[in-house]
C-alpha cells in the first residue's frame, strides 16, 4: 500500500517527528485518540523544564503524586524478589496472597469482611477503572460523573465504547454530585454513577449520609455506583470507613499509588459484586495476562504495621502542609470555597485574580517558576475561575513557592 493512508506514509510520520497537530490529521490515527483531550498542564510542565535551563529549579504545587519513597518494607522486599529471580505472570486476579492481605486490611481498618476472591489486583487504580468499565458498559452506555474530577475517568469510560455524562457541581455539595443531580441527569442508557471520596481536583469527600443516599438512588435506578477510594486513606479528620460499607453492590476502586507513595509501581485493586469477578478475570487476562508480579510480592508489605506507620506519617505530612499552604493562599486572594478533607489537592477560585486560571497558571510559570494546575484539566464547567493546587512538597519548598507567588502578584498589580 502507498499513498497518504499507507505504511510508507505512517513510517515518515513517526521519522519526522510530526507535530500533534500534523498526527491528528495523518489518516491512521483514530478519531477516539483524536478526540482524546491532553492535559493542559503538559504545556505547563514543557514551558517550566525550558524556563529551568535560565533560572533554575522551578516550585510545583502542581502533580498529583507524593514527594515520598515507598515503605522500606516494600523496597526490601522487591529487593529480595528481584534477587531471587521469581519474577513470572501471576494469576490475572493477582497473587492470592497479596488479595488475602489486601482483604485482611479491610476487615481491621474498615470493620468490613471483604472476600479475597471479590478483589482484582490491577496495574493501578488506571487499569482498575478501565477494567471495570469494559465489564459494565455496552457501546453508547452512560457513566455520570462530576465536572469537575479526574479527567481520565471520560477516557476509561470511552475506551469502553461509552459516554461519560458530566454532572456540574460546585462548592454547596462539595463538588460531589447530588442524588437531585443523579436522578436528573440518568436515561434509559445510564449504567453506573461514579463517584471520588476525596476527590480529585477538590479534596472534598462524600459524608456517610449523603454516600448513602447516593447510592439507594443508584441502586432505585437500577445502576451501579463506583466509589474512586484511592485517597481513601489520606483522609485529615480520622479514619473514614471505605464506602463498600454502603452495600455489596458497590464497585470501588483503589490503589497503592498515593497511600504508599507508589505511583511508579503501577498497582492498585477493584472490590466487586462476585457476578463481575468472572467478566473482569477474562478481562484482565485478555487485556494484561496479570499485573506485575514484582510489584505485588513487595506490596504485601505495604500492610505491615511499620509500613502503615510510615504511611499514616505521610498523610500527617499532608496535614501540615495543607495546613500551612492553604490559609496563606487565601490570604493572597484565593478562594477555596470548599476546604479539603483528605488527598494532597486545594481547588482554588482565582476569579479575583484573573478572568482565565489557564493564563494565570502560563504567565505565573513564565514569570517566577511556580506551577499549579488550571482548572481546565479537571472540566468544562466554570473551569477558567479554578486552579488545583497540590501540597505534595515539604513547606519549606511551599514557602519559596508562596514567596515567588506574592512577588509576581505584586508585579501584576502594579
Ligand atoms: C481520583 C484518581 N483516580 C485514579 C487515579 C489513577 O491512579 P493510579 O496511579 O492508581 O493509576 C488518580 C491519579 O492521580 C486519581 O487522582
Known sequence: ???????????????????????????????????????????????????????????????????????????????????EGRIHYTHALGADELREAIANDYWERDQLRIRPDQ????????????????????????????????????????????????????ATSQFQPTPDQVRQAWTAKTKALLVASPANPTGTMLSEADALALAAVVRELGGVLIVDEIYQRIVFDGNRRSLLSLGDDVISVNSFSKTYSMTGWRLGWVVAPPALMAPLER??????????????????????????????????????????????????????????????????????LTDDSYRFCLELCDAVGVLMTPGCDFGDVQSQRYLRVSYTKPVSVLEEGVHRLETFLKRTSS
Open 119 to 170: 478483589i482484582a489486583v490491577t496495574a493501578g487504580a488506571s487499569a482498575g477503572l478501565l477494567l471495570v468499565m469494559s465489564a459494565i458498559l455496552n457501546p453508547g452506555d452512560e457513566v455520570l460523573m462530576a465536572d469537575p474530577s479526574y479527567p481520565c475517568n471520560r477516557e476509561f469510560v470511552a475506551s469502553a465504547g461509552g459516554v461519560a455524562v458530566m454532572i456540574p457541581v460546585d
Open 1 to 83: 500500500m502507498t499513498g497518504v493512508t499507507g505504511l510508507g506514509a505512517w513510517a515518515l510520520v513517526g521519522r519526522m517527528a510530526p507535530t500533534i497537530a500534523q498526527m491528528k490529521d495523518h489518516p491512521l490515527i483514530s478519531d477516539r485518540a483524536n478526540r482524546t483531550r491532553p492535559f493542559h498542564v503538559m504545556a505547563l510542565l514543557s514551558r517550566a523544564a525550558a524556563r529551568e535551563k535560565t533560572h533554575g529549579p522551578s516550585i510545583g504545587m502542581v502533580v498529583g503524586e507524593p514527594d515520598f519513597p515507598a515503605p522500606p518494607l516494600v523496597v526490601a522486599a522487591a529487593q529480595r524478589m528481584l534477587a
Open 283 to 352: 478481562l484482565s487476562q485478555n487485556l494484561f495476562i496479570s499485573p506485575s508480579s514484582l510489584a505485588q510480592h513487595a506490596a504485601i508489605a505495604a500492610f505491615a504495621p511499620a509500613s502503615r506507620a510510615v504511611a499514616d506519617g505521610y498523610r500527617d505530612l499532608f496535614r501540615q502542609q495543607r495546613d500551612f499552604l492553604l490559609p496563606t493562599l487565601q490570604s493572597l486572594g484565593f478562594r477555596i470555597p470548599a476546604q479539603p478533607q483528605g488527598a494532597f489537592y486545594g481547588y482554588c477560585d482565582v476569579s479575583a
